[in-house]
């Protein structure tokens, strides 16, 4: 069973940066961040997996890095210049060796304009 706390959300303003991390328990090999903004569908933002290869929604290119840290467990999102658009509650997604997807609780990150 894997387990997926985020960490690092909250309030911060336009052109402002935030960084969330995601702790995993168990043997995990993708990982990922997700958002859903106000009244809108979960969407990808950022994914990567275990060795490394990352992809991007176009909305977050050049603003926001996904990174890990294999030993620790942990994946990372450093969101810069951010956009009251990117206001949104945003999901860490695990998958493990059987592929069998795992989401985090959730953090709300809130960009005032």
């Known amino acids: 069973q894997v387990q997926l706390v985020e960490s690092g959300g909250g309030l911060v303003q336009a052109g402002g940066s935030l960084t969330l991390s995601c702790a995993a328990s168990?043997?995990?090999?993708?990982m990922g961040w997700y958002r859903q903004p106000p009244g809108k569908q979960r969407e990808l933002v950022a994914s990567?997996?275990?060795?490394?290869?990352?992809n991007y929604s176009d909305s977050v290119k050049g603003r926001f890095t996904i990174s890990r840290d294999n030993a620790k467990n942990m994946a990372f999102l450093q969101m810069n210049s951010l956009k009251s658009e990117d206001t949104a509650v945003y999901y860490c997604?695990?998958?493990?060796?059987?592929?069998?997807?795992?989401w985090g609780q959730g953090t709300q990150v809130t960009v005032s304009s």
């Open positions: 168990g043997r995990i090999n993708n």
């Open positions: 990567i997996t275990r060795g490394g290869r990352t």
């Open positions: 997604k695990a998958d493990n060796p059987l592929q069998r997807e795992y």
